[in-house]
């Protein structure tokens, strides 16, 4: 498993910024949709995106922390999501990490068969 995460890392699938690895934790719905945006090579966000969608009256759910926060707000280009019941840290169900990849993939590649 260990060996997996590493090539998830060298391919920037998952951050090797965090230097603790939890195989056994469930992912949460924030890091899965971190690893399907990075899969299909959607850029990050910086920090004034998220103050830009704040100034637009969005506000997020208080247990988010600043890199779902740029993850959330990035996905919401492509696709609806309320950032205020989102529940960043919540498990990800499979229908929802299915659900993240079919929108993603849908933007990635638009001709392709949904």
Do not use: H
Request: hydrophobic share 40%; aromatic share 8%.
């Amino acid at each position: 498993m260990c060996r997996a995460s590493e090539k998830a890392a060298d391919n920037g699938l998952v951050t090797q910024s965090n230097n603790v690895f939890r195989p056994q934790d469930y992912v949460t719905k924030s890091e899965a949709l971190a690893m399907m945006m990075a899969a299909t090579c959607m850029d990050d966000l910086d920090d004034l995106d998220v103050i830009n969608y704040l100034a637009s009256g969005q506000v997020f759910t208080t247990d988010a922390v600043t890199w779902q926060k740029r993850t959330m707000v990035r996905y919401s280009q492509y696709a609806p999501i309320n950032t205020l019941v989102f529940g960043p840290n919540k498990c990800a169900t499979r229908s929802e990490v299915f659900d993240f990849a079919a929108e993603l993939l849908q933007v990635a590649d638009p001709q392709a068969d949904g």
